[in-house]
């Protein structure tokens, strides 16, 4: 950031105008986000200095940029699960082969993917050691360790970690890469019933990471047995939609694992009648993809375009001096604007250097996504105010001195909320009912979310699969919502013409 | 823990006496500190619910007891150093085997610990990849990618994150395990004299860690030329001391790396004068051992002794109902105690758990390290006060309720005092200066941390190591002090004979 160098930029001002101001090249996104939505992602997510590529395919750095949005949800996230009672622990990245594969169907789901430790320094080790993918079989031996009495319960843990996936298909910077950094909570209760309440407790709070910070409109609801979690009972996520490229994506998730982890690796308690019972566990996560789900919805052809809730800087303040205007006056007006964004509990910073000019700065901090642009000129400094330009909409106005803090709240507040009613006018868009097989291919094929009313049979979905296979991709449920519209008696599953069950959206997915 | 049930706790108060109050063993330490320090801290650990063993050799379970007194020596860190404007970024966890060996002697010292990824799912990789052992040669590609002219420096970033070295001898819990948790800070600058400044800002910042958090007194220094980090110009350290092993321990290390790296990995920039130059970086660390040199100083035969500043729970409160004593009394006076403390900030809890006695939760408390009791009994409620027992002397005191939470702040900041003072004292009390080699020996057959003037040069230091190898390992240097005591003219190295330079520190060391 350039900041914080104001009393130096201040005092040099006068020289700054006779020096040569760079011409910088390279500025501008060369791909649109409508005619090509893939390299667009990949080149803005670096342009806008979130993430750069690495030497191993599927790995990202993840810039300071990220990681303070990332640390932004974090600190939302982490006070909500203390005020829960759970507790940060941190179990160990390797895992034990045996340990591993001690849940069937869990294994089954990510052999595929895992990582394994087959040699140190020089020397192979005696038993290759996997490297984490999820931690339920890392974790849950010590659950049935530590959990004795009813009074051990409930057991409530989360971690913050890196796991690593080593998949090959398409790595995407944040939403498919082979390492990611997420939270994973892992809670074993006495009864289904708390079970079953935490889990929309947690599923609330990654609705309101995606709704109230990141302003991305999501839909919470159940997966399909086929969808659900390797090794689960049933898993609930928010699902958001990117209306570019027409897939859902799978947005955080929050399972409840039943009792199927319990019976394996004897998570067993006595009960308050004295019986031994197993317990009933979660698990969920959220992880780095929220960044690029958000940078997929909000991001425009000059760049990110970042929540102001989440943003590392709010307000970028770029003195604009002219020819032998006061100068001085000019970067004073800055230095006071930030001082007075800050002292309100604003994240502001100016952009005083001498080797750019203004409409270099203006495209920079468009390109990085900041929600809001204060310029200040001799004519603004004549007249006592701010110029305002909004990152989202390019709206300017004018803002005098004296309400800038408030106007600055009100536009920011006002920005967050917009980004947030666009994103959920563009997804409602693309939310589109299907009775019909032949509704259903139509609504496909024009990169819809679909909802269909389904039996509910893992055949049918199995089947849908199949039928829609090409290239861009499979069509799959993406979740049955909560929020279920009305199933008129004799309503038909648009799949197999069997008696549908549940409205449910399909469609091509991340 | 067992706060939060206080209004049911409370309420089933009259029913509680009647339970049978379960008996529980194995509270004890089965092992003194004095007479089998080893198996002492192996127990400590353990009991004390910081650590749990894991089935891979080497690697560990944080529980949560750890990850609270990690998260706010974190807390301190991380503000301090966003204060000095470095960010935090995220690096991956691989690195390719090309890139990690390109500074040579840095690999040279990583080489044998590295892990080594060759396998996933089932398919071997085209090429093995290493886990980090550190973070030098995964970042500094990147450094010179994003460095170009002056005005792109210092470039400061620093990552929270895990690493790992596959080390074979003695794993020990915090102090010596194959991953652990750390920071690492990466930064550039365009001259050595910002970088130098920068390395002792940081150590300053360790030493706060260990002084005024931990209440661990440290020496800093510089280390030697042979102790030095792989690949680096100089390392700096905290280094404290365990007078029970009689070992120095690193307590964290901040290296100025000169243009090593700079030069391996081509990090130039344009200086202000149009030339090319290389860049000064410097690195730095602290990890989990902070835990583990915590709980070696300060814990004693009946468990943990937390400082107040590190500990999750500062006070815990304990009702002692006795027979037909008012009990909802007793246990409403402890709801309020909490309450009262709670809202000054501090963090206390109550252990209203019915199916332990008042004796057995002391026991379990002074295991754990809380550094303040507070009993809640009949007597207590009649006189309107609360008895107050500290972990770290075992004094006693009644408080009227009163003037509550002055007292309980007042004992804190003693307790937080006394522990440094006293350990203090006990590492003062075992450092020995030693002038000859047969001074030399003695002190180090005592356990000392010698203090020893040196010719500094490399050949003597390791004929030392060499000469003094033994079942319980060799004396090594451990520092050269900043705050050197006077060398008269004429003082002959301890070792060699020859002219002595500083004044350095030897010892045993983890």
């Keep these: ?132 993918p999820t931690s339920e079989t890392v974790m849950y031996p010590y659950f049935s360790k530590w959990i004795r009495g009813h009074r051990d319960l409930p057991l409530k843990l989360n971690q913050w970690c890196n796991v690593v996936r080593w998949e090959f298909s398409n790595p995407t910077p944040f939403i498919r890469s082979r390492e990611f950094l997420w939270q994973e909570g892992h809670t074993a209760f006495a009864t289904k019933e708390e079970a079953n309440k935490e889990v929309l407790e947690i599923l609330e709070l990654y609705r309101r990471i995606y709704e109230d910070y990141l302003a991305i409109p999501v839909v919470k ?34 399972h409840c694992l039943g009792q199927n982890f319990a019976k394996m690796f004897e998570i067993n308690f006595e009960n308050d009648k004295g019986e031994k019972a197993m317990v009933w566990q979660n698990s969920w996560a959220y992880s780095t993809r929220t960044i690029g789900v958000m940078v997929m919805v909000h991001g425009d052809d000059k760049g990110l375009v970042l929540p102001p809730k989440i943003a590392a800087v709010q307000v970028i303040v770029i003195p604009v001096p002219y020819k032998d205007a006061d100068t001085k006056g000019i970067f004073d007006a800055c230095d006071a604007t930030v001082k007075a964004l800050n002292e309100s509990g604003f994240r502001a910073e100016s952009d005083f250097r001498d080797n750019y000019s203004p409409g270099w700065k203006y495209s920079h901090w468009e390109m990085k996504g ?23 909409n390019s709206a300017k106005s004018d803002i005098p001195r004296a309400g800038l803090v408030e106007q600055v709240k009100d536009m920011l507040d006002d920005i967050q909320q917009s980004l947030f009613d666009v994103a959920k006018q563009n997804r409602d868009a693309c939310v589109q009912v299907a009775r019909t097989w032949d509704e259903f291919m139509e609504a496909l094929n024009q990169k819809k979310m679909i909802l269909a009313p389904w039996c509910e049979e893992e055949e049918v979905e199995k089947d849908v ?21 009305a199933l008129d008696e004799g309503t038909l599953c648009f799949a197999s013409g069997k008696p549908a069950k549940k409205w449910t959206y399909w469609g091509r997915s991340y």
């Design 465 to 485: 699969k199949a039928r829609t296979k090409g290239e861009i991709g499979a069509a799959k449920t993406l979740c049955s919502p909560f929020e279920q519209p």
């Design 221 to 254: 609801g159940k997966k399909s047995e086929h969808e659900k979690f390797a090794g689960g009972l049933y898993t609930t996520s928010v699902e958001a939609f990117i209306p570019h490229t027409g897939r859902g994506i799978q947005g955080a998730t929050s």
């Design 370 to 392: 900041v929600p809001l642009r204060i310029e200040i000129g001799p004519k603004d400094l004549a007249n006592d105010q701010v110029r305002a330009v909004r990152r989202d």
């Design 1 to 132: 950031m350039a900041g914080g160098e104001a009393k130096k930029a201040s005092t040099n001002a006068n020289n700054r105008k006779k020096k040569e101001v760079k011409k910088e090249t390279g500025l501008g996104l060369s791909s649109k986000k409508d005619d090509n939505f893939g390299e667009w992602y990949s080149e803005v997510v670096v342009s806008g200095e979130l993430i750069e590529y690495y030497d191993i395919s599927g790995c990202y750095i993840l810039r300071p940029w990220t990681m303070s949005i990332w640390e932004i949800i974090q600190a939302f996230f982490d006070a909500e699960i203390k005020k829960m009672k759970i507790k940060n622990c941190y179990f160990p990245l390797f895992v034990s082969p045996g340990v591993l594969q001690k849940e069937k169907d869990h294994i089954e789901g990510f052999a595929p993917e895992v990582a394994w430790v087959t040699k140190s320094g020089q020397s192979d080790l005696d038993v290759p050691i996997a490297i984490r």
